[in-house]
């Protein structure tokens, strides 16, 4: 039986910058099922990476895309648009790709008041591979601050450390140390691990553990649509 996945009416992507975290909002949302879902592209950080990138992909699938307005250059803090508000407020299932780290989080704290009104998961994707969040420390810290700025707090971690086309069932194993680590800093469950989807049967005995949780499989590399 498939997995449910989004069980919470809300449900928040967020990570350092590079995490993958992008990556994984469009592979959770090609994975839903049920009630409509609409995904919020609030990544103010990676002008060329966004999920909104993939919006014709995603609303053929049924999927609706929202983005804020900006003004001026892509670091600015959102307008507040009407439709985003409306949304929260309208108990429609809804998944965030949050910007990446503390500077990130500011678009998605203007809307902490509309998104604490109901029941929400705020997932923290970590990557051992990428610099400044190869530490354990160091990725509790940027957790600390986007907590800090969105005025929100994370609920569980999705370890997605890989090198992309370069990524080995060893390089997932080493990684959990590193992600039992975090949670340990934290005090969050790691909920998921990601893994590309051919590497699955190579890792599949890991599932369960406290450091892995339950296995994602995923289509990697996205690749932008232009």
Known sequence: MEREYLTA??????????SGKTT?????ARRVSG????LMDMDVVNPYFRSSDYRAELEAAGVRVIAPNFAGTMLDIPS???AIAGILE???RVLIDAGGDDAGATALGCFAHLIAKRPYEMLYVINRSRPLASEPEEAAEILKAIEKTSRL????????????????PQLLEESLPYAAAVSRLTGLPVKYTAVEK?????????EGDPAVGSLFP???PVQPPW
């Open 153 to 168: 707090r994370a609920t569980g971690l999705v370890n997605n450390t890989h090198w992309g086309a370069g990524t080995t």
């Open 218 to 220: 995923m289509d990697l």
């Open 80 to 82: 507040l648009n009407p």
């Open 35 to 38: 009630a409509p879902l609409t």
């Open 24 to 28: 994984f909002s469009l592979n959770l």
């Open 198 to 206: 051919g590497l699955v049967p190579q890792v599949e005995r890991l």
């Open 9 to 18: 009416p809300v449900t928040i992507v967020c990570g350092y910058y590079g």
């Open 90 to 92: 309208s108990g429609e």
